[in-house]
């Protein structure tokens, strides 16, 4: 997967600070899966009618092997056959402990009804399955502590702006609005990030050095954005016109043929990308890549590949396992886009 050269992302346009779908299509794709399923799906009603399979996130969960201890060992063994030894179980070994988050990064999530309808189960998934990809990475857990949904007239932002006012109180870390954004930016690009200001006394545990620790997180989100979408020669149609890509998929090469996946057309080389691993995990990454853009100093050449990351990385910015010269996609979405020393601005962040 090294075909590509770290400085290829240079020719991403990324609009303001954070557009995700850039870096995550054009000039980046894929990483660890998570999870296969074979799970029951769950049908989604998407805006146009179309009915979309979504498949439930599996979180990886640390499975303990029982110890086996025979109950008893027959009696009625013939006397010269050796009897097998059990070994004892040691009493002083630690039994292994779930691993417990080193904080939580709570989410409001508003639903823009002038978009798409997102129901509550499946955004409280997207946060789940984002949760365990963030926990991996940083040993840091997101829950959704509210779920809302509200018409945004104006501009998106304003869904937040009055939230805010309205639980100025008991505000959490960050807001996640699912919505094809202002300008249909979230729709084309699949999202993107900004900070407001909570009210006077505000004090937002994730304190970043970068926005200070008066801000509230804002992720806009687009619910069923595709990821290595085939076929529809944009982010923004709804339906397949050809059974190849065109108009810039999979990654800019035109003819790859598209399979059937999660409900849509995908890139048929795109299937086995972590991305690809489920069907909220590219949304889930979404939501992690954007916020991610407040704990970085330098915007777009935060992502992962750019010269900029690779000079630091290079320069001991983070311990984390990145090859400044090899473009790597399972690494890139391992990190979802980002560069990896990013991560350890967030978690050294956090100011209980
Ligand atoms: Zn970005």
């Given at each position: 997967?090294?075909?590509?050269?770290?400085n290829?992302?240079?020719?991403?346009?990324?609009?303001?600070?954070?557009?995700?779908?850039?870096?995550?299509?054009?000039?980046?794709?894929?990483p660890?899966?998570?999870?296969?399923?074979?799970?029951?799906?769950?049908?989604?009603?998407?805006?146009?009618?179309?009915?979309?399979?979504?498949t439930?996130?599996?979180?990886?969960?640390?499975?303990?092997?029982?110890?086996?201890?025979?109950?008893?060992?027959?009696?009625?063994?013939?006397?010269?056959?050796?009897?097998?030894?059990?070994?004892?179980?040691?009493?002083?070994?630690?039994?292994?402990?779930?691993?417990?988050?080193?904080?939580?990064?709570?989410?409001?999530?508003?639903?823009?009804?002038?978009?798409?309808?997102?129901?509550?189960?499946?955004?409280?998934?997207?946060?789940?399955?984002?949760?365990?990809?963030?926990?991996?990475l940083?040993?840091?857990?997101y829950?959704?502590?509210?779920?809302?949904?509200?018409?945004?007239?104006?501009?998106?932002?304003?869904?937040?702006?009055?939230?805010?006012?309205?639980?100025?109180?008991?505000?959490?870390?960050?807001?996640i609005?699912?919505?094809?954004?202002?300008?249909?930016?979230?729709?084309?690009?699949?999202?993107?990030?900004?900070t407001?200001?909570?009210?006077?006394?505000?004090?937002?545990?994730?304190?970043?050095?970068?926005?200070?620790?008066?801000?509230?997180?804002?992720?806009?989100?687009?619910?069923?954005?595709?990821?290595?979408?085939?076929?529809?020669?944009?982010?923004?149609a709804?339906?397949?016109?050809?059974d190849?890509?065109?108009?810039?998929?999979?990654?800019?090469?035109?003819?790859?043929?598209?399979?059937?996946?999660?409900?849509?057309?995908?890139?048929?080389?795109?299937v086995?990308?972590?991305?690809?691993?489920?069907?909220?995990?590219?949304?889930?990454?979404?939501?992690?890549?954007?916020?991610?853009?407040?704990?970085?100093?330098?915007?777009?050449m935060?992502?992962?590949?750019?010269?900029?990351?690779?000079?630091?990385?290079?320069?001991?910015?983070?311990?984390?396992?990145?090859?400044?010269?090899?473009?790597?996609?399972?690494?890139?979405?391992?990190?979802?886009?980002?560069?990896?020393?990013?991560?350890?601005?967030?978690?050294?962040?956090?100011?209980?």
């Amino acid at each position: 997967m090294a075909e590509k050269r770290k400085n290829r992302p240079t020719r991403c346009l990324l609009i303001a600070i954070s557009i995700l779908s850039l870096a995550m299509l054009s000039c980046l794709p894929l990483p660890v899966p998570i999870e296969p399923s074979g799970v029951p799906s769950i049908t989604a009603v998407l805006p146009g009618a179309a009915t979309s399979t979504l498949t439930p996130i599996n979180i990886p969960t640390r499975t303990i092997a029982p110890t086996i201890v025979p109950t008893g060992i027959p009696t009625d063994v013939p006397t010269d056959i050796p009897v097998p030894t059990v070994p004892p179980v040691p009493t002083d070994t630690p039994l292994p402990t779930a691993r417990t988050a080193l904080g939580v990064f709570t989410w409001a999530v508003i639903v823009d009804l002038d978009s798409e309808p997102v129901p509550r189960e499946q955004a409280q998934e997207l946060v789940n399955q984002a949760s365990a990809i963030l926990m991996e990475l940083t040993g840091f857990s997101y829950a959704m502590v509210d779920f809302v949904e509200g018409n945004s007239p104006g501009a998106v932002a304003d869904l937040a702006v009055t939230y805010i006012q309205d639980h100025a109180g008991s505000l959490p870390n960050g807001i996640i609005i699912f919505s094809y954004g202002d300008g249909d930016q979230a729709r084309t690009y699949g999202g993107y990030a900004f900070t407001l200001a909570g009210p006077p006394g505000f004090r937002n545990t994730f304190n970043s050095p970068v926005v200070g620790n008066n801000r509230v997180y804002i992720s806009v989100q687009h619910w069923s954005h595709r990821y290595a979408g085939c076929g529809y020669g944009s982010s923004m149609a709804e339906d397949v016109v050809q059974d190849t890509s065109f108009g810039g998929e999979c990654r800019n090469r035109d003819g790859v043929a598209c399979v059937e996946r999660f409900g849509y057309s995908m890139c048929s080389d795109a299937v086995d990308d972590l991305y690809a691993s489920s069907r909220t995990y590219f949304g889930s990454s979404v939501i992690i890549h954007e916020t991610m853009h407040s704990f970085g100093y330098e915007g777009n050449m935060d992502h992962y590949g750019t010269e900029t990351c690779n000079s630091r990385m290079s320069g001991g910015a983070s311990a984390r396992p990145y090859n400044p010269d090899t473009w790597d996609l399972a690494e890139f979405q391992y990190y979802n886009g980002m560069c990896p020393d990013v991560y350890d601005n967030f978690a050294s962040s956090y100011q209980p």
